[in-house]
């Protein structure tokens, strides 16, 4: 006997044309039952209790990847074994089958914004907690979704400052081998100063990001305040990534390890899923948008952080609280410091070019209040702190009788 719950869910799934035998799979009664069902138009009186299966444990845990649109039964069907299952893949693939139907059903009564072949990457960030050399570390990842064709790409990093969100977007370009005809960004001080009004007004830009927008030729835009929807498509990569990739891969050596089976877990797992949305293979669905993007520019955007500061009296500059030594000739002089996300610290002339050769050199020292000394670096003042040394020393005695007369 059947609950009035389960006839409304029989009755749903009959609407959405789903098989009658699907439906019974599902709830786990016969096709007779669901044929009486709904030829009655009504639940039966009376108690009857469901028999259950190994898969029970395991419907919200599968519920939550197909909402991030994996549909595929054997990728569920590993997540699920991890976490205990020992079923076997018919009785999910019957679970699954319905509510793909009905996903479906769901999608086509929605009015869903889609974008040309290279016309739009969406860019969005997300965080995870994940063990790096067997620390337990927060992780930051940049997730860059191509809006016709759904591949997309991430990378892992420690911080989603300005720069890290510019590397982000640099290299799924590089990923893709092409570039977009606009990028769609959340509100984040990174690429906006002011979001949209609520009048039209348009969006300020962050100036680094047009910057990088002229570099690469797209043309920046900003999501509505509280749209979240406005960058759905992106937002569930973020999910799908953190319940996919980091479920698989739960320990690296380091942040390069990392993004090295990031790339690898995207060409071998991410590109070749079968999108529900699209029904279709992302990566086949990639090269017929791959000749609509447009070329990379000959110069890399330098995304690294750009900043001056000035020289003190013993050729030294601070950055992030440790001391790095600069040619004597600059002492008590303003510089410009460039810092790579790869922490390579360059110093530069005020008055030199972006194409003049940095006058000093240094690894950023890996804690603060450290002293990073070259010592070519201060030959000069040592040079001239030994000649008035020694011109003291070559003084005659007579002198200091005379002054004393």
């Given at each position: 006997m059947i609950s009035r719950e389960d006839f409304v869910e029989i009755n749903a799934l009959a609407r959405a044309g789903v098989y009658q035998k699907d439906i019974a799979a599902q709830l786990g009664v016969s096709t007779k039952t669901v044929s009486r069902a709904l030829q009655r138009g009504d639940a039966p009186k009376g108690e009857w209790k469901k028999r259950g299966t190994k898969l029970d444990a395991y419907h919200k845990q599968v519920d939550e990847l197909m909402s991030l649109g994996v549909s595929n039964a054997m990728v569920v069907l590993r997540e699920i074994q991890r976490a205990g299952y020992d079923g076997g893949i018919t009785m999910l693939r019957m679970y699954m089958t319905p509510k793909r139907t009905l996903q479906r059903a769901s999608t086509r009564a929605t009015v869903r914004f889609e974008t040309e072949p290279g016309r739009q990457m969406q860019s969005d960030w997300g965080t995870h907690r994940t063990v790096v050399k067997g620390i337990e570390t927060v992780v930051h990842f940049c997730v860059n979704t191509l809006g016709y064709s759904r591949r997309f790409h991430f990378w892992c990093t420690t911080s989603q400052d300005a720069e890290h969100t510019y590397e982000g977007i640099v290299r799924a370009f590089e990923y893709f081998g092409g570039i977009t005809e606009e990028v769609l960004v959340d509100n984040q001080k990174a690429a906006v100063l002011r979001p949209r009004g609520p009048a039209g007004e348009g969006a300020v830009f962050n100036p680094r990001f047009v910057d990088l927008a002229a570099c690469y030729g797209f043309e920046p835009h900003a999501c509505r305040p509280y749209r979240a929807r406005t960058k759905g498509k992106d937002e569930r990569m973020v999910g799908y990534v953190k319940h996919n990739f980091f479920e698989r891969y739960r320990e690296f050596e380091s942040l390069t390890h990392m993004n090295q089976l990031?790339?690898?877990?995207?060409?071998?797992?991410?590109?070749?899923?079968?999108?529900?949305?699209?029904?279709?293979?992302?990566?086949?669905?990639?090269?017929?948008?791959?000749?609509?993007?447009?070329?990379?520019?000959?110069?890399?955007?330098?995304?690294?952080?750009?900043?001056m500061r000035m020289v003190d009296?013993?050729?030294?500059?601070?950055?992030?609280?440790?001391?790095?030594?600069?040619?004597?000739?600059?002492?008590?002089?303003?510089?410009?410091?460039?810092?790579?996300?790869?922490?390579?610290?360059?110093?530069?002339?005020?008055?030199?070019?972006?194409?003049?050769?940095?006058?000093?050199?240094?690894?950023?020292?890996?804690?603060?209040?450290?002293?990073?000394?070259?010592?070519?670096?201060?030959?000069?003042?040592?040079?001239?702190?030994?000649?008035?040394?020694?011109?003291?020393?070559?003084?005659?005695?007579?002198?200091?009788?005379?002054?004393?007369?």
């Open positions: 990031a790339e690898q877990w995207l060409r071998e797992e991410a590109d070749r899923r079968f999108h529900r949305t699209v029904q279709e293979v992302v990566a086949e669905r990639f090269e017929r948008e791959r000749p609509a993007l447009q070329p990379l520019p000959k110069g890399r955007y330098d995304t690294a952080y750009q900043q009296a013993s050729a030294m500059i601070e950055v992030n609280g440790s001391r790095y030594s600069v040619p004597g000739r600059l002492a008590q002089q303003s510089v410009r410091i460039r810092i790579t996300l790869d922490g390579e610290l360059f110093v530069y002339e005020v008055s030199g070019t972006e194409a003049m050769q940095p006058v000093a050199m240094h690894r950023l020292a890996g804690r603060g209040g450290m002293q990073v000394i070259v010592e070519e670096h201060h030959a000069e003042l040592w040079s001239r702190a030994m000649g008035e040394k020694a011109s003291v020393a070559a003084r005659e005695l007579t002198v200091y009788e005379e002054m004393l007369a």
